[in-house]
Antibody
Framework: EVQLVESGGGLVQPGGSLRLSCAAS????????MNWVRQAPGKGLEWVSY????????YYADSVKGRFTISRDNAKNSLYLQMNSLRGEDTAVYYC??????????????????WGQGTLVTVSS | DIQMTQSPSSLSASVGDRVTITCRPS??????LNWYQQKPGKAPKLLIY???SLQGGVPSRFSGSGSGTEFTLTISSLQPEDFATYYC?????????FGQGTKLEIK
């Protein structure tokens, strides 16, 4: 059974840092890309960051570029999100999600088939 | 970034109703469109990927269609467990984006 379990959330002051972790099990972690997606209280979903299976390709949303760093340790089946210079607008539940893809006949379509339960990050003084 | 616009933002319907939610990206995304269902306090759940492919374990009353700049999610006969918020997502660009969500409520 595929499982993704996030940890590391909590209360942090503006300007502070936090490191989120996502422990993966039930699949070959090193074969899949991974993502972080967040959801502010009462709001919709916002993609945050992507990392390829090897870690060689990384993307960020403009809202976190330069402040957040995604990484992974395939030997430990773990995904991380280092969050620095945190702001109030970063307050959200953070989900890790496995990247899957589907060959449509002429291109690969990416989607998130598995999600963790989320970890809440609150940025407040 | 590609903007995703869902309509309606909210919808009241009854058990047994047929419901359609529309998603329009700001540019053509071919079939790079996925649909998710989210219930309060829970992680999103994948329903449809690549515009029309049903994720395993998802009831057949859910279906997706469309390509390019207009997509629809249809629930053929609403069940009590279907009342939730639905999101579309484009994965055409490296920065994927979600629609604002459609909250489906019981009439």
């Amino acid at each position: 059974e595929v499982q993704l379990v996030e940890s590391g959330g909590g209360l942090v002051q503006p300007g502070g840092s936090l490191r989120l972790s996502c422990a993966a099990s039930g699949f070959s972690f090193s074969s899949y890309s991974m993502n972080w997606v967040r959801q502010a209280p009462g709001k919709g979903l916002e993609w945050v960051s992507y990392i390829s299976s090897s870690g060689s390709t990384i993307y960020y949303a403009d809202s976190v570029k330069g402040r957040f760093t995604i990484s992974r340790d395939n030997a430990k089946n773990s995904l991380y999100l280092q969050m620095n210079s945190l702001r109030g607008e970063d307050t959200a539940v953070y989900y890790c999600a496995r990247g899957d893809d589907f060959w449509s006949g002429y291109s690969y379509v990416d989607y998130f088939a598995y999600w963790g339960q989320g970890t809440l990050v609150t940025v407040s003084s | 970034d590609i903007q995703m616009t869902q309509s309606p933002s909210s919808l009241s319907a009854s058990v047994g109703d047929r419901v359609t939610i529309t998603c329009r990206p700001s540019q053509s995304i071919s079939s790079h469109l996925n649909w998710y269902q989210q219930k309060p306090g829970k992680a999103p759940k994948l329903l449809i990927y690549a515009a029309s492919s049903l994720q395993g374990g998802v009831p057949s009353r859910f279906s997706g269609s469309g390509s390019g700049t207009e997509f629809t999610l249809t629930i053929s006969s609403l069940q009590p467990e279907d009342f939730a918020t639905y999101y579309c997502q484009q994965s055409y660009s490296t920065s994927c984006t979600f629609g604002q969500g459609t909250k489906l409520e019981i009439k």
